[in-house]
Every structure is written in C-alpha cells, then in structure tokens.
C-alpha cells in the first residue's frame, strides 16, 4: 500500500488549502487514517484522525478550521484547512494504520506566510 498526498502549497495567513491522501491498494478494515505535520526542528504531530466509521479526532490548535473527510470507496482521506496560520507551517505526512500495519505518505509542503 503506498499514500499519495497532492495539494500543499504557499499561501497567505487567512487563507484555505486542501490535502488529498489516495492509497493504493486496499487497507484492511477498521483502520484509521490521518494527517500529522512536522515543523523545522519539532517533533511529528496529530493533526486530524478519521475512522473507518467516520470517528474524528483533532489537534486543539486546528479545532474549527481544519476539517478531515475520506472516502472510503475511494480510499482518500481529505484535510480541508480553513483560516490558515503561519504557525500551520510545516510538512504534512498522511497516514493510515490498522491492527498489524502503519503506512505513511511522502509529505507534502504547507507554507503560510503572514
């Protein structure tokens, strides 16, 4: 199973970008997918988690603007981010994990500049 991210970029403090995370392959069920970030010099963080179920979790600094969808026919996970900050820099690595598995994206570049 490989995760293909798509649609970081730079954009300005307030503005909205939208990560698309597509797996290849299938992804046993009940599994979990999500999106962490890492900033120059910081750990890897949770950003947004989402169940196979629709279950969501997120980190307290993106509650209210940051939304996570998936599609599981399609198995794509969505970030939706709304209001951006430049604190919201960072790297973005899609996951997915299950029961025996963990599989990770090759990240994706997220830029706000005030």
């Known amino acids: 199973v490989q995760l293909v991210e798509s649609g970081g970029g730079l954009v300005q403090a307030g503005g909205s970008l939208r990560l698309s995370c597509a797996a290849s392959?299938?992804?046993?069920?009940?599994?979990?997918m999500g999106w962490y970030r890492q900033a120059p010099g910081k750990q890897r963080d949770m950003v947004a988690l989402?169940?196979?179920?629709?279950?969501?979790n997120y980190a307290n600094s993106v509650k209210g603007r940051f939304s996570i969808s998936r599609d599981n026919a399609e198995n794509t996970v969505y970030l939706q981010m709304n209001n951006l900050k430049p604190e919201d820099t960072a790297v973005y690595y899609c996951n997915a994990h299950t029961y025996s598995s963990q599989y990770w994206g090759q990240g994706s570049q997220v830029t706000v500049s005030s």
């Open positions: 392959g299938t992804i046993a069920s009940p599994n979990v």
């Open positions: 989402i169940t196979s179920d629709g279950s969501t």
